[in-house]
């Protein structure tokens, strides 16, 4: 169950870069082309303007990284497991900053890290209730289907152009 749930984990970081960093475009060069640097330290100014959708897709996006997290790394605190997800997500931000792909944005960091503190939470609870074998079972099977089927999707229907 380790190893299912490590190899998991790094899919759906990879997934998660790709989807961040590239918006599922497989032209990388014409994504890295696009070139338009913008930065927002101003958190949560673009959710008043009506553009809730993204910092909600933020949130729920990073929720699998906090079971996953709490699936493969028991031994870690949650408070480490935590800094990692918030590392990340600033990491991923100012790549995209560097690479001038995107806006690099403070909110975005804000919902992603609380994104994947809401999935440490739910593993937290929901071990309480259920075995740590059985849940983690659950969490690597239903996320292991969710990442294919998304997968799938991407390369199957949905046509990116950037």
């Not at 996006?61 to 079971?67: A, R």
């Not at 792909?101 to 909110?107: H, K, M, P, S, Y």
């Not at 919902?111 to 994947?116: A, I, Q, V």
Request: glycine share 6%; no cysteine; charged share 15%.
């Amino acid at each position: 169950m380790k190893i299912l749930s490590r190899t998991l984990l790094a899919a759906y970081i990879l997934t998660l870069l790709w989807l961040v960093l590239f918006k599922f475009s497989f032209d990388l060069p014409g994504v890295l082309d696009y070139q338009q640097r913008s930065l927002n330290l101003v958190p949560f100014v673009d959710y008043f303007r009506g553009n809730v959708r993204e910092t909600i897709d933020n949130f729920v996006v990073f929720i699998p990284f906090g079971l996953l997290l709490g699936v493969t790394y028991k031994q870690i605190s949650f408070k480490r497991k935590l800094a990692s997800i918030l590392i990340f997500s600033l990491a991923v931000e100012a790549i995209q900053y560097a690479l001038a792909i995107g806006t690099t944005d403070v909110t975005d960091i804000i919902t992603n890290t609380l994104g994947g503190l809401f999935g440490l939470a739910i593993y937290g609870l929901a071990k309480r209730y259920a075995g740590d074998k059985w849940l983690d079972r659950i969490i690597v099977v239903i996320g292991s289907f969710l990442l294919v089927s998304l997968l799938l999707y991407r390369i199957l229907v949905i046509h990116v152009r950037y």
